[in-house]
């Protein structure tokens, strides 16, 4: 069972409508959660970043939340723009034993959004 | 200032071959990190190298697969005796410390068909 679940898998918004992406996760314990966007044909991109204590984090247009207890964090798009259309990754990063350094990060199948006019 | 470059972009190799894909990290960052995408799949962890340490390789799929970083900057993931499911985005990427609270910058990737 993929230990970071992401829902819908796609979604079709008009241009300038919000939405909000799920993400599920069971890695425990985590050190940081993280939002990419990748874009067709690149690499993902940093959207957010947020620690096991933070409960939400906010980057322009776009507002992830954490809730721990629940395991579930979710990535909410304002006033969506054509450039938006892309997938977006949740990645839970296991917090490792030593340290707490990087080492195999978990990331969820993404859901691809796309806007159109 | 330049980001994290990989090449090829491209890559189509027959069945059996060979291939070194490279990874040019931002100057610098001492983590990088390897990661296999299917297509219409999130990327998955293969490798993560330290400086020039790889402390972590459980994502490697099979032996065939080898990942080096001999001076702590470049590094090269070979893959031998190339086979069909090994067609897929590969993906480097490089963070300024080892710490989990940074985080990493991603290349475009390499694109590998295996024919």
């Known amino acids: 069972k993929n230990q970071v679940e992401q829902s819908p898998q796609s979604l079709i918004i008009l241009e300038g409508k919000n939405c909000t992406l799920q993400?599920?996760?069971?890695?425990?314990?985590?050190?940081?959660l993280r939002w990419y966007k990748q874009d067709t044909g690149r690499g993902p991109v940093s959207l957010t970043i947020?620690?096991?204590?933070?409960n939400t984090k906010s980057n322009g247009r776009y507002t992830a939340t954490l809730d721990a207890d629940t395991k579930q964090s979710s990535l909410h798009i304002t006033a969506s723009q054509l450039s938006d259309s892309a997938s977006y990754i949740c990645?839970?990063?296991?917090?490792?034993?030593?340290?707490?350094?990087?080492?195999?990060?978990?990331f969820g199948k993404g859901t691809k959004l796309s806007v159109k006019p | 200032g330049a980001g994290v470059s990989q090449s090829p972009r491209y890559k189509v190799a027959k069945r059996g071959q060979d291939v070194a894909l490279r990874c040019d990290p931002i100057s610098g960052h001492v983590s990088l990190f390897w990661y296999q995408q299917a297509l219409g799949q999130g990327p998955e962890f293969l490798t993560y190298?330290?400086?020039?340490?790889?402390?972590?390789k459980s994502g490697l799929p099979s032996d065939r697969f080898f990942a080096e970083r001999p001076e702590g900057s470049v590094s090269t993931l070979k893959i031998q005796r190339t086979q069909q499911e090994d067609s897929a985005v590969y993906l480097c990427?490089?963070?300024?410390?080892?710490?989990?609270?940074?985080?990493?910058?991603f290349g475009p990737g390499t694109r590998l068909t295996v024919t």
């Open positions: 990645v839970v990063i296991p917090f490792m034993n030593y340290g707490g350094s990087q080492g195999n990060l978990i």
């Open positions: 990427a490089s963070s300024p410390d080892g710490q989990s609270s940074y985080e990493q910058y």
């Open positions: 190298f330290q400086n020039e340490a790889q402390l972590d």
């Open positions: 947020m620690t096991f204590s933070e």
């Open positions: 993400c599920n996760y069971t890695v425990s314990p985590f050190s940081n």
